[in-house]
């Protein structure tokens, strides 16, 4: 049975950063392509950023220069760092693998006030 338990999320003033992490059962995360996931009340749930097994990171626009995603595959942890928080990086944050099917945890609250 696969797990994702996200952790790291809170309230931070606009401009402060976060540290996301997203620990993972042990065979499923090594070799998959994880990515970082976000939903804000009342919209879609949108892809932050991705990172393949091997390391290679993608970042949607909005993000660039602000995130960094990374990973541990010994620990099993998916991690996602977040500098310059703006209030519309305001929603719950999910970690998930790139393929079908996908697995989800609870998500993790992040508030940034302006």
């Not at 540290?19 to 976000?38: D, E, I, K, Q, V």
């Not at 290679?56 to 010994?74: H, L, M, P, Q, W």
């Not at 099993?76 to 928080?85: A, K, R, V």
Request: charged share 10%; glycine share 12%; proline share 4%.
């Amino acid at each position: 049975q696969v797990q994702l338990v996200e952790s790291g999320g809170g309230l931070v003033q606009a401009g402060g950063s976060l540290r996301l992490s997203c620990a993972a059962s042990g065979s499923f995360f090594s070799h998959n392509a994880m990515g970082w996931y976000r939903q804000a009340p009342g919209k879609g749930r949108d892809v932050v950023a991705t990172i393949s097994s091997g390391g290679s990171a993608y970042y949607v626009e909005s993000v660039k220069g602000r995130f960094t995603i990374s990973r541990d595959n010994v620990k099993n942890t998916l991690y996602l760092q977040m500098n310059s928080l703006q209030p519309e990086d305001t929603a719950m944050y999910y970690c998930s693998n790139i393929l079908p099917p996908q697995y989800w945890g609870q998500g993790t609250q992040v508030t940034v006030s302006s």
